[in-house]
């Protein structure tokens, strides 16, 4: 009887034993998805260019005007630089502002204007904070010589 019961007891510790290590083994294999950092590469030096306002500037190119770290590195700048105007706040002003700016040759941003406006406190943000970008790669046609392009920004402020 005693030989049963420790049979008994060594089998429900092989079968204990042989489904934890199933789970741990099953625990290696699952993948964890985290979202990956926005890098924003160093944008090129494109200052050797020389901007000149008499030159055309475009509303289509095949390679269009880029914030270095793409669409998201510019949603990111955005966020990091916003601060939402207290008067806008206390009054529970919030939309869209739609901004249009040229990007020039040598990537840096002129002629900043509200297309869409919201409310004087923040149009007013949004240009400062658009104003504040340093640099966008320019954009380009298939000759690879960097051209003005018009481009246009919507900025939104929603409260929460």
């Known amino acids: 009887m005693k030989a049963f019961r ?41 200052e050797y260019v020389t901007v000149s306002e ?18 998201d590195g510019l949603i990111k700048f955005l966020a990091d630089n916003i601060q939402y105007p207290k008067k806008a706040q206390k009054n529970n002003i919030q939309g869209t502002v739609v901004l249009e700016f040229v990007v020039e040759k040598n ?23 658009v104003k504040k970008i340093t640099r966008f790669v320019p954009g380009y046609n298939e000759d690879h010589a960097p051209l003005r392009v018009r ?10």
């Open 107 to 129: 990537g840096s941003i002129s002629n900043v204007k509200v297309l869409k406006s919201v409310s004087k406190e923040l149009d007013a943000e949004a240009v400062r904070v």
């Open 6 to 46: 420790f049979l008994i007891v060594v089998l429900a510790l092989v079968v204990a034993g042989s489904g934890m290590s199933v789970d741990a083994k099953r625990r290696k294999t699952i993948k964890r998805v985290t979202k990956p950092k926005v890098v924003e590469p160093a944008p090129t030096n494109y």
């Open 54 to 71: 008499d030159d055309p500037i475009f509303e289509t190119v095949k390679y269009p005007p880029e914030y270095p770290g793409g669409t």
């Open 151 to 160: 481009y246009t920004l919507p900025v939104k402020f929603k409260l929460q």
